[in-house]
């Protein structure tokens, strides 16, 4: 992680700044930020030199340096235009002892959803991992799946698309019928938009470390995904800015992680699952009933004819009722 290209890069976006401020203000010789700035530019950014200092013109489409340019966030970005899975690769660098970093990748080979089922992840996709250090103990964990949910659909509804979460971990849009246009769900509650892969190693009472592991069927076509997928490039007929998506996203992740007590709320407002008659697998049995409500620290209440019961982990089916 280049923690000067990170300053540099945020006095460029605060506006036209000189040289000599930058070097003074980084800590570094002027030569430096001479070559920091070729560097900029080397990966696409347009650097004009001005009276006033240098000016951004231009930032590239996407890429760490792009992402890291007016992001909203103490977070550093390492970008890969392929890589088996952006999850493995920040567990590596969890193990480096590296901390707030967003591992992005253009395509991953060898992506994972969860019970090590395969996740497609062709070039065009947001294929992000956060490995980020929270201060609260390990049982508290699955909070921060839901924070990751939360996160990534407020960014889908910023860019117009209408997604909402099934619990724990699926961001869906509803099927549009052919007919008459009405939005309608099916067994699986919807099309399936985000995957989310949340993992962790941490002791009794302290997370070592925490990755959220966010799939977005961004700008690729439903025809290279499994069936029951959508992407944001068929809900919206066109591609999203996935640089200012991922800034977004990290973004939100991280001003929930700062507010812990914000999640649960948040997560109530964009379910799709709270509500609905639903069907959730667990190691124990299927549990049957209606989904009334989502508590600490993740765990769903789901009505049954036997009374409440609380589930904390397993497949959500939302389905029709009789
Ligand atoms: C998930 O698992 O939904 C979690 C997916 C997490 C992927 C991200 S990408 C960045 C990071 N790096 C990784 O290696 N992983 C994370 P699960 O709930 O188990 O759902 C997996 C199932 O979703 C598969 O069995 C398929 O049926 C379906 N699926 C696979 N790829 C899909 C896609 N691109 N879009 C929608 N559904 C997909």
Known sequence: MNETRRALLDALAAGPVTGPTLAERLGVSRAAVWKQVEALRDEGFDIESTNGGYVVSGV??????????????????????????????????????????????????????????????????????????????????????????????????????????????????????????????????????????????????RVSWLIAGIGVNANVDAADLPEGATSLREQLGEDVDRRVFVQRLIAEFVALCEHPDDILPAWREHSATLGQRVRVETPRGDVEGRAVDVVTPGALVVRTSDGDVTVHAGDCEHIRPV
């Open 60 to 205: 590239p489409e996407y890429g760490a340096a792009a992402i890291e340019y007016g992001l909203d966030a103490p977070f550093s970005v390492e970008y890969h235009d392929s890589i088996g899975s952006t999850n493995d690769r920040a567990r590596e660098l969890a193990a480096e002892g590296v901390e707030n970093v967003a591992v992005v990748a253009d395509a991953q080979t060898g992506s994972r959803g969860r019970l090590k089922r395969a996740w497609s992840a062709p070039a065009g996709g947001v294929w992000v991992s956060l490995l980020v250090r929270p201060k609260q103990p390990p049982a508290h964990v699955p909070l921060f799946t839901l924070a990751a949910a939360v996160a990534v659909t407020r960014v889908c509804r910023e860019v117009g698309v209408d997604a909402s979460i099934k619990w724990p971990n699926d961001v869906l849009v509803s099927e549009r019928s052919e007919t008459d246009g009405s939005q309608s769900t099916n067994e699986r509650g919807g099309l399936k938009l985000v995957g989310i892969l949340t993992e962790m190693e941490g002791e009794a009472d």
